[in-house]
Protein backbone atom coordinates (compact mmCIF):
# COMPACT_ATOMS: atom_id res chain seq x y z
CA UNK A 1 0.00 0.00 0.00
CA UNK A 2 1.05 3.45 -0.57
CA UNK A 3 -0.39 7.02 0.77
CA UNK A 4 0.62 10.53 -0.04
CA UNK A 5 -1.21 13.44 1.74
CA UNK A 6 -0.59 16.29 2.16
CA UNK A 7 0.20 16.44 6.75
CA UNK A 8 -2.23 19.43 7.77
CA UNK A 9 -6.26 18.64 7.57
CA UNK A 10 -8.14 20.68 4.88
CA UNK A 11 -10.52 22.92 6.67
CA UNK A 12 -13.58 23.75 4.50
CA UNK A 13 -14.86 26.65 6.46
CA UNK A 14 -16.63 27.50 9.73
CA UNK A 15 -19.82 26.14 10.35
CA UNK A 16 -21.69 29.33 9.99
CA UNK A 17 -20.43 29.52 6.64
CA UNK A 18 -22.90 27.53 3.90
CA UNK A 19 -20.27 27.31 0.84
CA UNK A 20 -18.23 24.14 1.17
CA UNK A 21 -16.06 23.85 -1.79
CA UNK A 22 -12.84 22.33 -3.13
CA UNK A 23 -11.02 21.90 -6.35
CA UNK A 24 -7.89 19.98 -7.73
CA UNK A 25 -6.21 19.06 -10.51
CA UNK A 26 -4.07 16.41 -11.38
CA UNK A 27 -1.81 14.32 -13.20
CA UNK A 28 -1.20 10.79 -12.99
CA UNK A 29 0.18 7.92 -14.86
CA UNK A 30 -0.29 4.26 -14.16
CA UNK A 31 2.38 2.25 -16.08
CA UNK A 32 2.04 -1.94 -16.57
CA UNK A 33 4.38 -4.45 -16.28
CA UNK A 34 5.18 -5.69 -19.47
CA UNK A 35 3.88 -9.58 -20.27
CA UNK A 36 2.18 -9.75 -16.70
CA UNK A 37 -1.37 -9.39 -15.66
CA UNK A 38 -1.34 -6.03 -13.93
CA UNK A 39 -4.15 -3.99 -12.10
CA UNK A 40 -5.39 -2.13 -9.36
CA UNK A 41 -5.01 1.37 -9.68
CA UNK A 42 -4.99 4.69 -7.72
CA UNK A 43 -7.56 7.01 -5.87
CA UNK A 44 -7.82 10.71 -4.90
CA UNK A 45 -8.88 10.30 -1.21
CA UNK A 46 -10.67 13.04 1.36
CA UNK A 47 -10.28 11.40 4.39
CA UNK A 48 -10.66 12.28 8.58
CA UNK A 49 -7.58 10.52 9.27
CA UNK A 50 -4.66 9.62 7.92
CA UNK A 51 -4.17 6.23 9.94
CA UNK A 52 -4.56 3.69 6.90
CA UNK A 53 -2.77 0.83 9.27
CA UNK A 54 -5.91 -1.47 9.71
CA UNK A 55 -6.63 -1.31 5.85
CA UNK A 56 -5.65 -3.79 3.06
CA UNK A 57 -3.76 -4.19 0.17
CA UNK A 58 -5.38 -5.49 -3.51
CA UNK A 59 -8.83 -4.49 -3.83
CA UNK A 60 -9.50 -2.33 -1.05
CA UNK A 61 -6.91 0.41 -2.53
CA UNK A 62 -4.99 0.55 0.82
CA UNK A 63 -8.26 2.80 2.04
CA UNK A 64 -10.23 -0.18 4.00
CA UNK A 65 -10.49 -3.65 5.22
CA UNK A 66 -13.49 -6.09 5.03
CA UNK A 67 -14.98 -4.45 8.23
CA UNK A 68 -14.61 -1.15 7.74
CA UNK A 69 -15.85 -1.09 4.22
CA UNK A 70 -19.08 0.37 4.14
CA UNK A 71 -18.94 1.66 7.61
CA UNK A 72 -20.44 5.52 8.09
CA UNK A 73 -17.57 5.71 10.51
CA UNK A 74 -15.06 5.66 8.09
CA UNK A 75 -15.15 9.24 6.90
CA UNK A 76 -13.70 8.98 3.25
CA UNK A 77 -14.54 10.25 -0.08
CA UNK A 78 -12.88 8.55 -2.58
CA UNK A 79 -12.21 9.11 -6.44
CA UNK A 80 -11.29 5.47 -7.85
CA UNK A 81 -8.62 5.13 -11.06
CA UNK A 82 -10.01 1.33 -11.22
CA UNK A 83 -7.97 -0.93 -13.32
CA UNK A 84 -9.65 -4.14 -11.74
CA UNK A 85 -13.28 -5.58 -12.14
CA UNK A 86 -14.03 -6.54 -8.54
CA UNK A 87 -17.50 -8.50 -8.05
CA UNK A 88 -17.41 -8.25 -4.58
CA UNK A 89 -17.66 -4.51 -5.15
CA UNK A 90 -19.72 -4.94 -8.47
CA UNK A 91 -17.24 -2.88 -10.75
CA UNK A 92 -18.46 -2.63 -14.20
CA UNK A 93 -15.13 -3.10 -16.19
CA UNK A 94 -11.60 -3.15 -15.47
CA UNK A 95 -11.18 0.36 -16.70
CA UNK A 96 -13.62 2.71 -14.73
CA UNK A 97 -13.74 5.78 -12.52
CA UNK A 98 -15.82 5.44 -9.43
CA UNK A 99 -17.26 8.03 -6.67
CA UNK A 100 -16.48 6.25 -3.15
CA UNK A 101 -18.29 7.44 0.13
CA UNK A 102 -17.40 4.79 2.81
CA UNK A 103 -16.96 2.19 0.91
CA UNK A 104 -15.81 0.67 -2.64
CA UNK A 105 -18.84 0.32 -4.12
CA UNK A 106 -18.83 3.16 -5.90
CA UNK A 107 -22.37 5.35 -5.72
CA UNK A 108 -21.50 6.54 -9.20
CA UNK A 109 -19.03 5.11 -12.17
CA UNK A 110 -18.27 4.90 -15.76
CA UNK A 111 -15.91 3.77 -17.97
CA UNK A 112 -13.26 5.57 -18.54
CA UNK A 113 -13.47 8.19 -21.32
CA UNK A 114 -13.46 12.17 -21.72
CA UNK A 115 -15.82 14.42 -24.03
CA UNK A 116 -14.07 15.60 -27.16
CA UNK A 117 -15.21 19.24 -27.69
CA UNK A 118 -13.95 19.42 -31.54
CA UNK A 119 -15.70 15.88 -32.39
CA UNK A 120 -18.66 16.60 -29.61
CA UNK A 121 -18.85 12.96 -28.16
CA UNK A 122 -16.71 11.27 -25.44
CA UNK A 123 -13.75 8.81 -26.66
CA UNK A 124 -12.74 5.94 -24.56
CA UNK A 125 -9.78 6.46 -22.46
CA UNK A 126 -7.33 3.69 -21.09
CA UNK A 127 -5.95 4.22 -17.47
CA UNK A 128 -3.42 1.38 -17.27
CA UNK A 129 -1.63 2.51 -20.52
CA UNK A 130 1.37 4.62 -19.17
CA UNK A 131 0.23 7.99 -20.60
CA UNK A 132 -0.04 10.58 -18.15
CA UNK A 133 -3.69 11.39 -17.88
CA UNK A 134 -4.77 14.62 -16.01
CA UNK A 135 -7.95 14.86 -13.63
CA UNK A 136 -10.28 17.59 -12.11
CA UNK A 137 -12.38 17.38 -9.43
CA UNK A 138 -14.26 19.89 -8.74
CA UNK A 139 -16.98 20.35 -5.92
CA UNK A 140 -18.97 23.38 -5.64
CA UNK A 141 -22.92 23.88 -4.74
CA UNK A 142 -22.99 20.39 -3.15
CA UNK A 143 -21.93 19.06 -7.07
CA UNK A 144 -19.34 16.96 -7.50
CA UNK A 145 -17.70 16.74 -11.10
CA UNK A 146 -15.07 14.26 -11.99
CA UNK A 147 -13.35 15.13 -16.13
CA UNK A 148 -10.57 13.57 -17.32
CA UNK A 149 -8.50 14.30 -20.60
CA UNK A 150 -5.29 12.94 -22.35
CA UNK A 151 -1.94 14.93 -20.98
CA UNK A 152 -2.26 17.35 -24.78
CA UNK A 153 -6.15 18.13 -23.86
CA UNK A 154 -7.49 21.22 -22.43
CA UNK A 155 -9.97 20.62 -19.63
CA UNK A 156 -13.41 19.42 -21.62
CA UNK A 157 -16.64 21.04 -20.96
CA UNK A 158 -18.60 18.27 -20.15
CA UNK A 159 -17.54 15.77 -16.74
CA UNK A 160 -17.19 12.23 -17.06
CA UNK A 161 -19.23 12.09 -13.73
CA UNK A 162 -21.32 14.31 -12.17
CA UNK A 163 -22.91 14.04 -8.53
CA UNK A 164 -24.96 15.68 -6.02
CA UNK A 165 -23.27 14.91 -2.76
CA UNK A 166 -23.77 16.60 1.19
CA UNK A 167 -19.68 16.91 2.14
CA UNK A 168 -20.37 18.28 5.35
CA UNK A 169 -22.37 14.97 5.87
CA UNK A 170 -18.97 12.62 5.67
CA UNK A 171 -17.22 15.31 7.41
CA UNK A 172 -19.29 16.35 10.09
CA UNK A 173 -16.09 18.45 11.69
CA UNK A 174 -15.83 20.68 8.52
CA UNK A 175 -12.34 19.27 7.71
CA UNK A 176 -10.38 16.67 5.96
CA UNK A 177 -7.08 15.39 4.99
CA UNK A 178 -6.32 14.83 1.29
CA UNK A 179 -4.22 12.94 -0.82
CA UNK A 180 -3.80 9.56 -2.50
CA UNK A 181 -4.01 5.95 -1.84
CA UNK A 182 -3.06 2.89 -3.83
CA UNK A 183 -2.01 -1.11 -3.14
CA UNK A 184 -0.82 -3.73 -5.33
CA UNK A 185 -1.21 -7.76 -5.11
CA UNK A 186 -1.05 -10.54 -6.78
CA UNK A 187 -2.03 -7.78 -9.68
CA UNK A 188 0.95 -5.30 -9.99
CA UNK A 189 1.40 -2.38 -11.70
CA UNK A 190 2.96 1.32 -10.98
CA UNK A 191 0.87 4.58 -10.07
CA UNK A 192 2.85 8.06 -10.12
CA UNK A 193 1.57 11.49 -9.58
CA UNK A 194 3.28 13.95 -11.99
CA UNK A 195 1.88 17.35 -10.87
CA UNK A 196 -0.99 18.09 -8.28
CA UNK A 197 -2.80 21.16 -7.84
CA UNK A 198 -5.39 21.82 -4.85
CA UNK A 199 -7.48 24.68 -3.65
CA UNK A 200 -10.84 25.74 -1.61
CA UNK A 201 -11.27 28.52 -4.55
CA UNK A 202 -11.19 28.20 -8.50
CA UNK A 203 -9.70 31.53 -8.33
CA UNK A 204 -6.32 30.28 -6.30
CA UNK A 205 -6.29 27.01 -8.05
CA UNK A 206 -2.66 27.21 -9.49
CA UNK A 207 -2.09 26.24 -12.60
CA UNK A 208 0.18 23.15 -14.01
CA UNK A 209 2.70 23.65 -16.22
CA UNK A 210 2.03 20.81 -18.33
CA UNK A 211 5.36 21.20 -20.31
CA UNK A 212 7.82 20.69 -16.71
CA UNK A 213 6.08 17.70 -15.68
CA UNK A 214 8.32 14.54 -14.87
CA UNK A 215 8.72 11.84 -17.65
CA UNK A 216 6.78 8.35 -16.82
CA UNK A 217 9.20 5.73 -16.46
CA UNK A 218 8.20 3.33 -19.14
CA UNK A 219 9.33 -0.87 -18.42
CA UNK A 220 11.03 -2.11 -22.08
CA UNK A 221 11.06 -5.51 -22.82
CA UNK A 222 14.35 -7.01 -23.28
CA UNK A 223 16.17 -7.12 -26.36
CA UNK A 224 16.86 -9.61 -28.41
CA UNK A 225 20.24 -10.91 -28.28
CA UNK A 226 22.82 -10.75 -31.49
CA UNK A 227 23.07 -13.72 -33.31
CA UNK A 228 26.29 -16.01 -31.64
CA UNK A 229 29.51 -17.41 -33.27
CA UNK A 230 29.61 -21.16 -34.51
CA UNK A 231 32.36 -21.89 -31.92
CA UNK A 232 30.42 -20.08 -28.97
CA UNK A 233 27.51 -22.42 -30.26
CA UNK A 234 29.18 -25.55 -30.14
CA UNK A 235 30.21 -24.71 -26.50
CA UNK A 236 26.46 -23.73 -25.86
CA UNK A 237 25.30 -26.90 -27.60
CA UNK A 238 27.90 -29.10 -25.13
CA UNK A 239 27.08 -27.32 -22.26
CA UNK A 240 23.24 -27.77 -22.89
CA UNK A 241 23.96 -31.36 -22.95
CA UNK A 242 25.81 -31.86 -19.80
CA UNK A 243 23.14 -29.59 -18.40
CA UNK A 244 20.25 -31.62 -19.73
CA UNK A 245 22.27 -35.02 -18.27
CA UNK A 246 22.30 -32.94 -15.00
CA UNK A 247 18.83 -31.75 -15.40
CA UNK A 248 17.58 -35.34 -15.96
CA UNK A 249 19.06 -36.60 -13.20
CA UNK A 250 17.50 -34.16 -11.26
CA UNK A 251 14.01 -34.42 -12.55
CA UNK A 252 14.18 -38.17 -12.22
CA UNK A 253 15.04 -37.49 -8.42
CA UNK A 254 12.43 -34.68 -7.77
CA UNK A 255 9.55 -36.86 -9.62
CA UNK A 256 10.65 -39.89 -7.47
CA UNK A 257 10.13 -37.57 -3.97
CA UNK A 258 6.95 -34.93 -5.33
CA UNK A 259 4.93 -38.04 -7.09
CA UNK A 260 1.73 -37.48 -7.20
CA UNK A 261 -1.84 -39.20 -8.33
CA UNK A 262 -3.29 -38.00 -11.85
CA UNK A 263 -5.63 -39.50 -13.52
CA UNK A 264 -7.14 -38.24 -17.27
CA UNK A 265 -10.82 -37.31 -15.08
CA UNK A 266 -8.78 -34.52 -13.26
CA UNK A 267 -8.01 -32.32 -16.29
CA UNK A 268 -10.82 -30.16 -16.39
CA UNK A 269 -9.62 -29.04 -12.39
CA UNK A 270 -6.51 -28.14 -13.78
CA UNK A 271 -6.75 -24.76 -12.33
CA UNK A 272 -7.72 -25.84 -8.93
CA UNK A 273 -5.33 -28.50 -8.35
CA UNK A 274 -2.04 -27.73 -6.81
CA UNK A 275 1.01 -29.52 -7.21
CA UNK A 276 2.45 -31.59 -4.52
CA UNK A 277 6.31 -29.83 -4.67
CA UNK A 278 4.76 -26.37 -4.14
CA UNK A 279 2.77 -27.59 -1.55
CA UNK A 280 5.95 -29.22 0.32
CA UNK A 281 7.69 -26.15 -0.34
CA UNK A 282 4.56 -23.69 0.87
CA UNK A 283 5.17 -26.20 4.26
CA UNK A 284 8.82 -26.38 4.65
CA UNK A 285 8.01 -30.20 4.03
CA UNK A 286 5.13 -30.32 6.26
CA UNK A 287 7.97 -28.90 9.31
CA UNK A 288 6.38 -29.99 12.71
CA UNK A 289 6.80 -26.23 13.51
CA UNK A 290 4.30 -25.78 11.06
CA UNK A 291 1.28 -27.83 12.41
CA UNK A 292 -1.58 -26.36 13.00
CA UNK A 293 -4.01 -29.10 14.64
CA UNK A 294 -4.19 -32.87 14.48
CA UNK A 295 -7.38 -34.45 14.40
CA UNK A 296 -9.15 -37.34 13.43
CA UNK A 297 -9.29 -36.98 9.74
CA UNK A 298 -5.51 -35.77 9.27
CA UNK A 299 -3.31 -33.06 10.20
CA UNK A 300 -3.00 -29.32 9.75
CA UNK A 301 0.00 -27.51 8.28
CA UNK A 302 0.58 -23.85 7.54
CA UNK A 303 2.41 -22.57 4.54
CA UNK A 304 2.99 -19.83 1.89
CA UNK A 305 2.40 -19.94 -1.04
CA UNK A 306 4.02 -16.70 -3.68
CA UNK A 307 0.96 -15.74 -5.07
CA UNK A 308 -1.89 -16.47 -2.63
CA UNK A 309 0.10 -15.24 0.81
CA UNK A 310 -0.09 -17.72 3.84
CA UNK A 311 -2.21 -21.00 3.62
CA UNK A 312 -3.67 -24.00 5.47
CA UNK A 313 -3.17 -27.60 4.11
CA UNK A 314 -4.64 -30.31 5.23
CA UNK A 315 -3.23 -33.89 4.69
CA UNK A 316 -6.56 -36.58 4.63
CA UNK A 317 -5.66 -40.40 4.29
CA UNK A 318 -8.22 -41.30 0.88
CA UNK A 319 -9.57 -44.25 0.05
CA UNK A 320 -10.13 -45.03 -3.97
CA UNK A 321 -13.15 -47.06 -2.80
CA UNK A 322 -14.61 -44.30 -1.95
CA UNK A 323 -15.84 -42.88 -4.67
CA UNK A 324 -12.60 -40.05 -4.83
CA UNK A 325 -13.52 -38.63 -8.26
CA UNK A 326 -17.05 -37.81 -6.97
CA UNK A 327 -15.14 -36.62 -3.96
CA UNK A 328 -12.65 -34.29 -5.73
CA UNK A 329 -15.69 -32.81 -8.06
CA UNK A 330 -17.82 -32.19 -4.58
CA UNK A 331 -14.66 -30.43 -3.10
CA UNK A 332 -13.86 -28.04 -6.00
CA UNK A 333 -17.31 -27.27 -6.85
CA UNK A 334 -17.40 -26.15 -2.75
CA UNK A 335 -14.20 -24.24 -3.71
CA UNK A 336 -16.55 -21.69 -5.65
CA UNK A 337 -19.11 -21.02 -3.09
CA UNK A 338 -18.91 -17.25 -1.73
CA UNK A 339 -19.91 -16.09 1.77
CA UNK A 340 -17.99 -13.32 3.42
CA UNK A 341 -18.33 -15.90 6.53
CA UNK A 342 -16.69 -19.04 4.65
CA UNK A 343 -13.12 -20.02 4.96
CA UNK A 344 -12.35 -20.29 1.00
CA UNK A 345 -11.13 -23.33 -0.11
CA UNK A 346 -8.70 -22.59 -2.75
CA UNK A 347 -8.12 -26.03 -4.30
CA UNK A 348 -6.55 -30.12 -3.57
CA UNK A 349 -3.53 -31.89 -4.42
CA UNK A 350 -3.60 -35.95 -4.27
CA UNK A 351 -0.48 -37.79 -4.00
CA UNK A 352 -0.28 -42.11 -2.85
CA UNK A 353 -2.57 -42.30 -0.23
CA UNK A 354 -2.93 -38.68 0.73
CA UNK A 355 -5.40 -36.00 -0.35
CA UNK A 356 -4.18 -32.50 0.55
CA UNK A 357 -7.20 -29.49 1.03
CA UNK A 358 -5.57 -25.79 0.34
CA UNK A 359 -7.14 -23.37 1.89
CA UNK A 360 -6.78 -19.33 3.48
CA UNK A 361 -5.17 -19.64 6.70
CA UNK A 362 -7.38 -18.00 9.25
CA UNK A 363 -4.85 -15.93 11.53
CA UNK A 364 -7.05 -16.54 14.54
CA UNK A 365 -6.78 -19.53 15.00
CA UNK A 366 -10.54 -21.90 15.89
CA UNK A 367 -12.79 -20.98 18.35
CA UNK A 368 -12.09 -24.22 20.18
CA UNK A 369 -8.58 -22.52 21.26
CA UNK A 370 -10.18 -19.43 22.92
CA UNK A 371 -12.61 -21.83 25.15
CA UNK A 372 -10.72 -24.50 26.58
CA UNK A 373 -6.68 -23.04 25.98
CA UNK A 374 -5.17 -21.31 28.96
CA UNK A 375 -2.99 -19.02 26.86
CA UNK A 376 -5.59 -17.76 24.82
CA UNK A 377 -7.67 -14.23 26.33
CA UNK A 378 -11.08 -15.26 27.26
CA UNK A 379 -13.87 -14.34 24.21
CA UNK A 380 -16.15 -11.25 25.40
CA UNK A 381 -19.93 -11.97 25.34
CA UNK A 382 -20.20 -9.54 22.39
CA UNK A 383 -17.35 -11.52 20.50
CA UNK A 384 -19.44 -14.99 21.02
CA UNK A 385 -22.29 -13.66 19.90
CA UNK A 386 -20.90 -12.13 16.92
CA UNK A 387 -19.23 -15.87 15.94
CA UNK A 388 -22.77 -17.16 16.21
CA UNK A 389 -23.97 -14.96 14.01
CA UNK A 390 -21.36 -14.83 11.59
CA UNK A 391 -21.90 -18.80 11.37
CA UNK A 392 -25.24 -18.96 11.44
CA UNK A 393 -24.98 -17.02 8.06
CA UNK A 394 -22.14 -19.13 6.90
CA UNK A 395 -24.52 -22.62 7.00
CA UNK A 396 -27.67 -20.49 6.33
CA UNK A 397 -25.77 -19.74 2.86
CA UNK A 398 -24.83 -23.39 2.27
CA UNK A 399 -28.45 -25.06 3.02
CA UNK A 400 -30.09 -22.12 0.86
CA UNK A 401 -28.50 -19.80 -0.89
CA UNK A 402 -26.30 -21.97 -2.82
CA UNK A 403 -27.20 -23.70 -6.26
CA UNK A 404 -27.65 -26.83 -4.53
CA UNK A 405 -27.93 -27.74 -1.09
CA UNK A 406 -24.48 -28.53 0.54
CA UNK A 407 -24.44 -30.38 4.30
CA UNK A 408 -20.87 -29.40 6.16
CA UNK A 409 -21.65 -32.63 8.55
CA UNK A 410 -18.70 -31.47 10.62
CA UNK A 411 -19.73 -28.27 12.50
CA UNK A 412 -17.69 -27.86 15.81
CA UNK A 413 -15.50 -25.33 17.59
CA UNK A 414 -12.74 -26.28 16.22
CA UNK A 415 -13.91 -26.16 12.59
CA UNK A 416 -14.71 -22.64 13.05
CA UNK A 417 -11.56 -20.30 12.42
CA UNK A 418 -11.47 -16.75 13.20
CA UNK A 419 -9.39 -14.12 11.70
CA UNK A 420 -7.24 -11.51 13.22
CA UNK A 421 -10.35 -9.91 13.97
CA UNK A 422 -12.06 -12.33 15.37
CA UNK A 423 -14.67 -12.49 12.50
CA UNK A 424 -15.88 -16.40 12.62
CA UNK A 425 -15.23 -18.17 9.34
CA UNK A 426 -17.02 -21.79 8.85
CA UNK A 427 -13.97 -23.96 7.74
CA UNK A 428 -12.94 -27.77 6.95
CA UNK A 429 -14.67 -28.75 4.13
CA UNK A 430 -12.97 -32.56 4.38
CA UNK A 431 -16.42 -33.98 5.21
CA UNK A 432 -18.97 -32.04 3.49
CA UNK A 433 -21.20 -33.11 0.34
CA UNK A 434 -23.72 -31.89 -1.73
CA UNK A 435 -27.67 -32.72 -1.11
CA UNK A 436 -30.76 -32.67 -3.52
CA UNK A 437 -32.40 -30.11 -2.09
CA UNK A 438 -33.75 -31.74 1.47
CA UNK A 439 -33.12 -35.19 0.76
CA UNK A 440 -31.56 -37.27 2.75
CA UNK A 441 -27.33 -39.02 3.02
CA UNK A 442 -27.62 -42.88 3.53
CA UNK A 443 -26.94 -44.37 7.26
CA UNK A 444 -23.83 -45.56 5.91
CA UNK A 445 -22.47 -42.06 4.93
CA UNK A 446 -23.07 -40.39 8.30
CA UNK A 447 -19.66 -38.51 10.00
CA UNK A 448 -19.68 -36.44 13.08
CA UNK A 449 -17.90 -35.45 15.86
CA UNK A 450 -19.23 -36.88 19.56
CA UNK A 451 -21.29 -34.64 21.08
CA UNK A 452 -22.57 -32.52 17.73
CA UNK A 453 -24.69 -35.58 16.21
CA UNK A 454 -28.01 -35.99 16.07
CA UNK A 455 -29.58 -39.39 16.92
CA UNK A 456 -31.47 -40.21 13.62
CA UNK A 457 -28.03 -39.91 11.70
CA UNK A 458 -28.28 -43.76 12.35
CA UNK A 459 -31.49 -44.88 10.74
CA UNK A 460 -32.12 -41.79 8.06
CA UNK A 461 -28.68 -40.75 7.95
CA UNK A 462 -27.25 -36.69 7.00
CA UNK A 463 -29.70 -33.56 6.74
CA UNK A 464 -29.64 -30.06 6.81
CA UNK A 465 -31.59 -31.16 9.94
CA UNK A 466 -28.46 -32.81 11.34
CA UNK A 467 -26.58 -30.00 10.25
CA UNK A 468 -28.82 -27.44 12.74
CA UNK A 469 -28.19 -30.31 15.46
CA UNK A 470 -24.76 -30.12 15.59
CA UNK A 471 -24.89 -25.98 14.89
CA UNK A 472 -27.21 -26.21 18.35
CA UNK A 473 -24.54 -28.03 20.55
CA UNK A 474 -22.07 -25.37 19.26
CA UNK A 475 -24.11 -22.67 20.24
CA UNK A 476 -24.50 -23.81 23.33
CA UNK A 477 -20.72 -24.82 23.55
CA UNK A 478 -19.76 -21.28 22.92
CA UNK A 479 -22.17 -19.63 25.16
CA UNK A 480 -21.37 -21.93 28.17
CA UNK A 481 -17.51 -22.48 27.85
CA UNK A 482 -17.57 -26.11 27.99
CA UNK A 483 -17.69 -28.77 25.28
CA UNK A 484 -21.19 -30.95 24.24
CA UNK A 485 -19.67 -33.90 25.97
CA UNK A 486 -17.17 -34.25 28.91
CA UNK A 487 -16.57 -37.32 30.07
CA UNK A 488 -14.18 -36.03 32.72
CA UNK A 489 -16.32 -33.91 34.78
CA UNK A 490 -19.56 -35.39 37.36
CA UNK A 491 -22.38 -37.44 35.25
CA UNK A 492 -24.47 -35.13 36.01
CA UNK A 493 -23.28 -32.53 33.62
CA UNK A 494 -21.48 -34.37 31.74
CA UNK A 495 -23.99 -34.01 28.53
CA UNK A 496 -24.12 -30.00 27.95
CA UNK A 497 -27.91 -30.47 26.27
CA UNK A 498 -29.16 -32.01 29.45
CA UNK A 499 -27.16 -29.65 31.98
CA UNK A 500 -28.18 -26.89 30.36
CA UNK A 501 -31.83 -27.96 30.20
CA UNK A 502 -31.62 -28.82 34.01
CA UNK A 503 -30.25 -25.31 34.59
CA UNK A 504 -33.81 -24.20 33.03
CA UNK A 505 -35.82 -26.13 34.79
CA UNK A 506 -34.59 -24.90 38.03
CA UNK A 507 -35.67 -21.71 37.43
CA UNK A 508 -32.66 -19.50 35.89
CA UNK A 509 -31.08 -20.75 32.53
CA UNK A 510 -28.36 -18.24 32.80
CA UNK A 511 -26.88 -20.24 35.20
CA UNK A 512 -24.92 -22.47 32.66
CA UNK A 513 -23.55 -19.36 30.96
CA UNK A 514 -19.25 -19.63 31.00
CA UNK A 515 -18.08 -18.59 34.34
CA UNK A 516 -14.84 -16.80 33.45
CA UNK A 517 -17.41 -14.06 31.36
CA UNK A 518 -17.37 -12.71 35.42
CA UNK A 519 -21.17 -11.68 34.66
CA UNK A 520 -20.48 -9.58 31.93
CA UNK A 521 -22.96 -10.12 29.75
CA UNK A 522 -27.06 -9.20 28.81
CA UNK A 523 -28.94 -11.90 30.40
CA UNK A 524 -31.70 -11.83 27.79
CA UNK A 525 -29.13 -12.51 24.77
CA UNK A 526 -27.74 -15.07 26.62
CA UNK A 527 -31.24 -16.46 27.26
CA UNK A 528 -32.44 -16.70 23.86
CA UNK A 529 -28.70 -17.97 22.37
CA UNK A 530 -29.42 -21.12 25.00
CA UNK A 531 -33.08 -21.83 24.36
CA UNK A 532 -32.39 -21.57 20.93
CA UNK A 533 -29.74 -24.24 21.48
CA UNK A 534 -31.65 -26.23 23.30
CA UNK A 535 -34.56 -25.84 20.54
CA UNK A 536 -31.72 -26.97 17.81
CA UNK A 537 -30.85 -29.43 19.82
CA UNK A 538 -34.32 -31.08 19.80
CA UNK A 539 -33.94 -35.02 19.06
CA UNK A 540 -37.45 -34.54 17.34
CA UNK A 541 -35.94 -33.30 14.10
CA UNK A 542 -39.35 -31.94 12.56
CA UNK A 543 -39.02 -29.70 15.88
CA UNK A 544 -35.71 -27.94 14.75
CA UNK A 545 -35.85 -25.01 13.15
CA UNK A 546 -33.74 -24.04 9.83
CA UNK A 547 -31.15 -21.94 9.87
CA UNK A 548 -32.69 -19.32 7.80
CA UNK A 549 -35.07 -19.50 11.20
CA UNK A 550 -31.99 -19.94 13.70
CA UNK A 551 -30.39 -16.61 11.59
CA UNK A 552 -33.45 -14.94 12.47
CA UNK A 553 -33.66 -15.79 16.31
CA UNK A 554 -30.14 -15.08 16.61
CA UNK A 555 -30.53 -11.48 15.25
CA UNK A 556 -34.20 -10.93 17.25
CA UNK A 557 -35.97 -10.22 14.30
CA UNK A 558 -38.07 -12.87 15.32
CA UNK A 559 -39.14 -14.77 18.73
CA UNK A 560 -38.74 -18.03 19.78
CA UNK A 561 -41.33 -20.18 19.73
CA UNK A 562 -42.85 -21.12 23.03
CA UNK A 563 -41.62 -24.38 24.49
CA UNK A 564 -40.01 -25.28 27.60
CA UNK A 565 -37.55 -27.50 29.24
CA UNK A 566 -40.44 -30.17 29.27
CA UNK A 567 -41.33 -30.45 26.06
CA UNK A 568 -40.88 -33.41 24.02
CA UNK A 569 -37.89 -33.58 22.32
CA UNK A 570 -35.90 -30.91 24.47
CA UNK A 571 -32.73 -32.05 26.93
CA UNK A 572 -33.30 -35.16 26.12
CA UNK A 573 -30.20 -37.41 26.67
CA UNK A 574 -29.17 -38.45 23.36
CA UNK A 575 -26.93 -41.25 22.56
CA UNK A 576 -23.69 -40.48 21.52
CA UNK A 577 -23.24 -43.33 19.87
CA UNK A 578 -24.05 -45.00 16.17
CA UNK A 579 -25.75 -48.13 15.04
CA UNK A 580 -24.44 -48.71 11.80
CA UNK A 581 -21.22 -49.66 10.16
CA UNK A 582 -19.00 -47.70 8.32
CA UNK A 583 -20.12 -44.80 10.50
CA UNK A 584 -17.13 -42.64 11.46
CA UNK A 585 -16.84 -40.28 14.50
CA UNK A 586 -14.08 -38.42 15.72
CA UNK A 587 -13.60 -37.39 19.22
CA UNK A 588 -12.41 -33.75 20.41
CA UNK A 589 -13.34 -34.11 23.89
CA UNK A 590 -10.95 -37.36 24.55
CA UNK A 591 -14.15 -39.76 25.37
CA UNK A 592 -13.34 -42.92 27.18
CA UNK A 593 -15.01 -45.95 25.06
CA UNK A 594 -12.95 -48.53 26.15
CA UNK A 595 -15.48 -50.07 27.76
CA UNK A 596 -18.03 -50.44 24.57
CA UNK A 597 -18.23 -53.58 22.69
CA UNK A 598 -17.04 -53.68 18.98
CA UNK A 599 -15.28 -51.21 19.33
CA UNK A 600 -11.88 -50.76 16.52
CA UNK A 601 -9.47 -47.73 17.44
CA UNK A 602 -7.10 -46.44 15.07
CA UNK A 603 -3.98 -44.95 16.91
CA UNK A 604 -2.49 -42.69 14.53
CA UNK A 605 -5.82 -40.91 13.66
CA UNK A 606 -7.61 -40.79 16.68
CA UNK A 607 -10.91 -41.81 14.65
CA UNK A 608 -12.97 -44.79 15.70
CA UNK A 609 -15.23 -47.22 13.38
CA UNK A 610 -18.24 -48.30 15.82
CA UNK A 611 -20.22 -51.29 14.33
CA UNK A 612 -24.01 -51.79 15.82
CA UNK A 613 -22.88 -50.26 19.28
CA UNK A 614 -24.61 -47.81 21.33
CA UNK A 615 -22.72 -45.22 23.55
CA UNK A 616 -24.91 -43.09 26.00
CA UNK A 617 -23.35 -39.79 27.49
CA UNK A 618 -23.99 -40.72 30.91
CA UNK A 619 -21.91 -43.93 31.06
CA UNK A 620 -24.44 -46.09 30.48
Same mark, same amino acid.
Given at each position: ????????????????????????????????????????????????????????????????????????????????????????????????????????????????????????????????????????????????????????????????????????????????????????????????????????????? *??????????????????????????????????????????????????????????????????????????????????????? $?? $?????????????????????????????????????????????????????????????????????????? *??????????????????????????????????? *??????????????????? *? $????????????????????????????????????????????????????????????????????????????????????????????????????????????? $????????????????????????????????????????????????????????????????????????????????????????
Amino acid at each position: MGHAFFNRPFEFGPASSQSVSFLTHFVCALVPLPGVPSGHGIAFVLSSSMDFTQADPTQYLGLFNISTNGSPSSHVLAIELDTVQSAEFEDMDKNHVGIDVNSLKSIDNASASYYSDKEGQNKNLTLLSSDAIQVWIDYEDSLLNVTLAPLINQKPSKPLLSRTINLTSIFPDRKAFVGFSSATGSLNSYQYILGWSFSRSRLLL *QNLDISNLPTVPRFKKPKTPKKASPPLIALLVLLALIGMAVLGGVYLYRRKKYAEVREPWEKEYGPLRYSYESLHKATRGFHKDGRL $GK $GGFGEVYRGTLPLLGDIAVKKLSHDAEQGMKQFVAEVVTMGSLQHKNLVPLLGYCRRKGELLLVSKYMEGGSVD *QYLFQDDRPTLSWSQRITILRDIASALCYLHTGAT *QVVLHRDIKASNVMLNGNL *Q $GFLGDFGMARFDDHGTNLSATAAVGTIGYMALELASTGTSSKTDVYAFGAFMLEVTCGRRPFDPDIPIEKRQLVKWVCECWRKGYIVDAIDTRLKGKFVCGEVEIILKL $GLLCTSIVPESRPTMEKVVQYINRHQRLPVFSPDTPGIGVLTPVLIGVPSLRITSSSRASLVSAPSVSSSSSNNSMFISHTIIYGDGR
